[in-house]
């Protein structure tokens, strides 16, 4: 069983619908939550960093951390044809450097 | 500024051939990782640096695998004899020390026929 586990996808949405995403993880050790977004043939781009439970908004993007179910979801409002991406969490420990990552969805935003 | 640069950002290579991965982090950026993303998986971790010290290399697949910075600047990603099984993007990021956030280079598509 992978650390932390990510629905693929893809999923289809049309444009101005709220995207929900989300990870599971294994490891309690784990106390800092990423999601970056991938656009094809790019590299990551950081979009919302966690440390505790509870939610973080930026913008019309909201991360959650529910750390007792070890569970995290990031939360796309009015979403656009230029999210279309893949999505990846990602998660390390306190005091690590070793990042680890879901295996990202595919997001795609129909105009 | 520049952001992360990698080259070559395709590199075919025949099985058994030798390859070298170029990293060149953001300027200042004391730390440096690299990371191996399969199609439709996530990136996996290699190793990561801060300055020229190689602090963990337990992600390196093989001991074909070799990585070095020797300066704390640029970095060298190697692969020995290559194989099939190491078709993949190869990724570096660079953070600041004591930042969680990393900056992504795009990446070199390494395909072993």
């Known amino acids: 069983q992978k650390e932390v586990e990510q629905d693929p996808g893809p999923l289809s949405v049309p444009e101005g619908a709220i995207v929900s995403l989300n990870c599971t993880y294994s490891n309690s050790a784990f106390q800092y939550f990423m999601w970056y977004r991938q656009y094809s043939r790019k590299g990551p781009e950081l979009l919302m960093y966690t440390y505790s439970s509870g939610n973080k908004e930026d913008g019309r993007f909201t991360a959650q951390v529910d750390k007792s179910s070890k569970y995290i979801s990031l939360f796309i409002r009015d979403s656009q044809p230029s999210d279309s991406a893949t999505y990846l969490c990602a998660m390390t420990r306190a005091g690590g450097f070793k990042t680890i990552f879901g295996a990202g969805t595919r997001l795609f935003v129909k105009a | 500024g520049a952001g992360v640069s990698q080259s070559p950002r395709y590199k075919v290579a025949k099985r058994g051939q030798d390859v070298a991965l170029r990293c060149d982090p953001i300027s200042g950026h004391v730390s440096l990782f690299w990371y191996q993303q399969a199609l439709g998986q996530g990136p996996e971790f290699l190793t990561y640096?801060?300055?020229?010290?190689?602090?963990?290399k337990s992600g390196l697949p093989s001991d074909r695998f070799f990585a070095e910075r020797p300066e704390g600047s640029v970095s060298t990603l190697k692969i020995q004899r290559t194989q099939q099984e190491d078709s993949a993007v190869y990724l570096c990021?660079?953070?600041?020390?004591?930042?969680?956030?990393?900056?992504f280079g795009p990446g070199t598509r390494l395909t072993v026929t």
């Open positions: 640096f801060q300055n020229e010290a190689q602090l963990d």
């Open positions: 990021a660079s953070s600041l020390p004591r930042e969680d956030e990393q900056y």
